[in-house]
């Protein structure tokens, strides 16, 4: 029987501890990343990844209950935008998978249990996407979070390290580029960089958001995010690595992120980037600066 929309899309879903011992299949073939969990979203963190494949049939990541699923073609002002037609599957411990942009299977009509050789439709383009792309989410509806799939997926070849392309600091005085040195005028400033992960496919050009990011000062860490979980708070998501840190405070212009604020005092100081993508490949950027009155 189809399941009924009773409330809001968040309640719905209930999301967030995260699991580290549930692992989950890949829901279609031959799977290349497109994008990733905390990306920039149209205007939030990504909430969930993007995956193309050799196949556009899509199947349950593990067997469960479908607790709900959407037609686009279907009137609900409650309606998340985006995900196009997609269906819902309960799992063992309260967690949920969310499959996105759907050409949804007419058998899900009459379905409640479904195994992984089920299939829940074909991966179309009824979302907010031009080419073949599943938008892929796990939820853990006990803790109330999204969690990032790529730590319960089987971990697939990526021999493509994250990009540091651009460092700066931008003051009141506006943006100063940094190379390998540089010297800026004492106060306060923020560190900001264009750092992003490559994708996997040359059909998805958009950079992706990287797995971890490290800035260190003279050795010690003043910077830390990891895209792991995210919960929503006054209908921001917030990144729990880093409860503090909104969208808005992170993301900048021309596709750069804030490493955060710092009180720049007279002196010498050495910093150093490091990032590193959820196969484990690295990418680190030194440098020093010189602060003067």
């Not at 497109?34 to 995956?51: M, S, V």
């Not at 997926?153 to 190379?179: F, M, T």
């Not at 909104?246 to 490493?259: A, M, P, V």
Request: charged fraction near 20%; hydrophobic fraction near 40%; charge should be negative.
């Amino acid at each position: 029987m189809k399941k009924i929309f009773t409330g809001t899309f968040i309640s719905v879903l209930l999301f967030f501890p995260v699991l580290t011992l549930f692992s989950f299949g890949w829901p279609v073939g031959d799977p290349i990343v497109t994008a990733t969990f905390g990306e920039d979203k149209w205007g939030t963190f990504g909430h969930g990844i993007g995956i193309s494949g050799s196949s556009i049939e899509v199947y349950p990541s593990e067997k469960g209950e479908i607790v709900f699923y959407y037609e686009n073609s279907e009137v609900f002002s409650q309606m998340p935008s985006g995900l196009g037609s997609f269906a819902v599957v309960e799992h063992e411990r309260k967690l949920r998978t969310l499959y996105g942009g759907l050409d949804l299977s007419p058998e899900l009509e009459n379905s409640e249990k479904i195994t992984t050789e089920d299939s829940l439709g074909k991966a179309g383009l009824t979302g907010k996407s031009d080419k073949m792309h599943l938008f892929f989410a796990v939820i853990d509806s006990e803790f109330g979070q999204f969690v990032n799939p790529l730590l319960l997926l089987n971990s697939i070849a990526d021999s493509k390290a994250p990009v540091i392309r651009e460092v700066g600091i931008r003051s009141p005085a506006g943006y100063q580029l940094i190379g390998r040195e540089a010297v800026v005028s004492a106060g306060r400033a923020e560190i900001q960089a264009e750092i992003f992960d490559p994708c996997m496919s040359e059909d998805f050009s958009r950079p992706m958001a990287p797995y971890k990011i490290y800035l260190f000062l003279n050795g010690e860490e003043i910077f830390y995010i990891s895209f792991e979980s995210m919960i929503t708070e006054a209908s921001e998501a917030v990144v729990q690595s880093n409860a503090s840190l909104l969208y808005s405070d992170y993301y900048k212009e021309d596709g750069r992120i804030s490493l955060g604020d710092i009180n720049l005092v007279p002196g010498e100081f050495r910093f150093e980037i490091l990032v590193s993508d959820y196969a484990g490949n690295e990418t680190s950027r030194a440098f020093k600066i010189r602060v003067v009155e």
